[in-house]
């Protein structure tokens, strides 16, 4: 059985007064499913106990003259357990390729780390008609051997979906999330992400082939963070 996991991203957002909202989390967070904060890098190491934290990208290398990047086994010491991979923010913003995002993927395993490995696409690739196509080539280009349940979750994040308030409908999600379990496997977490919030969480939680979601804006604060899990936590 796959794991319901209700991971949050941060982004770039959160200062130290933010981990508030963190300990809030990790007192409230139900029973029943694994809850994730994914913080800047910064905010790792002081995150709560009673909660995972996870980073949001690291350099396939160990150590090195990197300036400016973060190992996994720097996230791993600093308290993450887990790792998001091939956000697309991060393959627009630094032009992360799939080859990019495999060997991240492959670097968050070497660090002990479980990958949140992101795939989504454009709005253009869905109007016309490529969904699919571009979802399983992303994943035959950055999903590694050796991948299984224990060290990675995929996210399907449509890119139009995420922070624009646009959540993708249930029959969306359903075909896209059939169509994964088909290529990964029975056991592996599979996650929605893209403008969910407490409103629409029930309904995407209720589809058979979703087991939780990575959630951006509405995992800022505990208040709306903590209805989602709790949805995850009742489905
Ligand atoms: P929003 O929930 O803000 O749309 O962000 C989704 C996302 O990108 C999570 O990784």
Not at 4 to 30: C, H
Not at 44 to 60: D, I, K, S, T
Not at 100 to 108: G, L, N
Request: hydrophobic fraction near 45%; charge should be negative.
């Amino acid at each position: 059985m796959p794991q319901k996991i209700a991971a949050g991203n941060w982004k770039m957002n959160g200062m130290r007064a933010s981990l508030d909202e963190a300990r809030a989390v990790a007192s409230g967070a139900p029973d029943g499913i694994t809850t994730v904060l994914c913080p800047p890098a910064t905010l790792l190491a002081a995150m709560p106990e009673g909660l995972a934290a996870g980073g949001q990208y690291c350099h396939p290398a160990v150590k090195g003259a990197h300036t400016g990047d973060i190992s996994a086994e720097m996230l791993a010491d600093a308290g993450a357990s887990h790792c998001i991979t091939g956000h697309s923010e991060r393959r627009a913003d630094h032009g992360e390729t799939d080859a990019d995002v495999r060997a991240q993927t492959e670097a968050a395993w070497r660090g002990g780390l479980i990958a949140i490995l992101c795939i989504g696409e454009t709005l253009a690739e869905r109007e016309a008609g490529r969904t699919l196509d571009v979802l399983m080539g992303q994943l035959d280009g950055s999903l590694p051997e050796g991948a299984g349940p224990a060290n990675t979750i995929i996210a399907y994040e449509p890119v139009w979906a995420i922070g624009t308030g646009k959540v993708a409908t249930p029959d969306q999600v359903a075909e896209v999330h059939d169509a994964l379990r088909g290529r990964v496997g029975p056991d592996m977490s599979l996650l929605y992400g893209g403008s969910v919030k407490a409103g629409n969480a029930a309904e995407l939680f209720a589809l058979v082939n979703v087991d939780g979601a990575l959630v951006g804006g509405a995992s800022l604060t505990a208040a709306d963070f903590l209805p989602i899990a709790e949805a995850l936590a009742a489905s």
